[in-house]
T-cell receptor, first 110, second 113 residues
Framework: DAKTTQPNSMESNEEEPVHLPCNHS???????IHWYRQLPSQGPEYVIH???SNVNNRMASLAIAEDRKSSTLILHRATLRDAAVYYC???????????FGAGTRLTVKP | KAGVTQTPRYLIKTRGQQVTLSCSPI?????VSWYQQTPGQGLQFLFE???????NKGNFPGRFSGRQFSNSRSEMNVSTLELGDSALYLC????????????FGSGTQLSVL
């Protein structure tokens, strides 16, 4: 199975943009890139997902490298409520088998 | 519409007992996935059910089993509990097609004494 690599932790200042990287060098052509986050004492929450093109939604943007071997989750203006563990996951088309890694713990400083 | 509901929220059992956890998915969702979360191992995939059939399975022993009913509600069962089974058990639902996003419940915190 294709795996992802993320930094263990990152820090950001409130109201500044945050770029969370994810490496997935063994990604296959049918793998989707998903991002979830988990706030303290809650289940994970969907953030965004994409296949090849960059994606935007109200929560974040997903920038996917042209060779698809890496991607970046962009939070445009971090708030204290964005402090969470962010997971980058690969899953195959029409398959809900999502394998979470250790994720990146994001700390947002006021 | 109502989110994913897991019951009970907390559970305490002793070694050797068995336990059944319940998950009610979002209305219209046909897929339910189960995950185990521990501080040491993180989130680990147990299995996924779609239309009453197990579609995917993680690397857990046979003591962990599940089922899904015709109304898409799902249960997971752990038999012969071990101390290491203490964890937060999360379920997630989705429509189950075309890489749909998962909606997670708040989980059941199981403590095995």
């Amino acid at each position: 199975d294709a795996k992802t690599t993320q930094p263990n932790s990152m820090e950001s200042n409130e109201e500044e943009p945050v770029h969370l990287p994810c490496n997935h060098s063994t990604i296959s052509g049918t793998d989707y890139i998903h991002w979830y986050r988990q706030l303290p004492s809650q289940g994970p929450e969907y953030v965004i997902h994409g296949l090849t093109s960059n994606v935007n939604n109200r929560m974040a943007s997903l920038a996917i490298a042209e060779d698809r071997k890496s991607s970046t989750l962009i939070l445009h203006r971090a708030t204290l409520r964005d402090a969470a563990v962010y997971y980058c996951i690969l899953s195959k088309y029409n398959n809900n088998d999502m394998r979470f890694g250790a994720g990146t713990r994001l700390t947002v400083k006021p | 519409k109502a989110g994913v509901t897991q019951t009970p929220r907390y559970l305490i059992k002793t070694r050797g007992q068995q336990v059944t956890l319940s998950c009610s998915p979002i209305s219209g969702h046909r897929s339910v996935s189960w995950y185990q979360q521990t501080p040491g191992q993180g989130l680990q995939f147990l299995f996924e059910y779609f239309s009453e059939t197990q579609r995917n399975k993680g690397n857990f022993p046979g003591r962990f089993s599940g089922r899904q009913f015709s109304n898409s509600r799902s249960e997971m069962n752990v038999s012969t509990l071990e101390l290491g089974d203490s964890a937060l058990y999360l379920c997630a639902s989705s429509r189950g097609t075309d890489n749909e996003k998962l909606f997670f419940g708040s989980g059941t915190q199981l403590s095995v004494l």
